[in-house]
Nanobody
């Protein structure tokens, strides 16, 4: 089994920064991609960023490129999402996710098998 615990959300003003963390535990040796997704009420979950755990290649949604950075600390089994220049439209519940699949679509929700519980990010103008 794989467990994900995401944390680090909070409330910030526009232009501020937050860093989300996702701690991975359990049988993790076959995890190939870690991702961050976000969701607002009434909307589908959106892929924000992903990282290939073997080679550390990263992928970003156009809406966050240049502002968000995904990274991993393999020694701590933790993935981070550094979010800078936050805007009100970034307000959402953020979820980390893990997949054992090798995929050409690492920002697609349906390739991930394991999910964290979510952490709320609120950006005020």
């Amino acid at each position: 089994q794989v467990q994900l615990v995401d944390s680090g959300g909070g409330s910030v003003q526009a232009g501020g920064s937050l860093r989300l963390s996702c701690a991975l535990s359990g049988y993790t040796s076959n995890i190939r991609y870690m991702g961050w997704f976000r969701q607002t009420p009434g909307k589908e979950r959106e892929g924000v960023a992903s990282i290939y755990t073997i080679g550390s290649s990263t992928y970003y949604a156009d809406s966050v490129k240049g502002r968000f950075t995904i990274s991993q600390d393999k020694a701590k089994n933790t993935v981070y999402l550094q979010m800078n220049s936050l805007q009100p439209e970034d307000t959402a519940m953020y979820y980390c996710a893990a997949t054992r699949w090798v995929t050409t679509m690492p920002l697609r929700e349906n390739v991930y098998q394991h999910w964290g519980q979510g952490t709320q990010v609120t950006v005020s103008s």
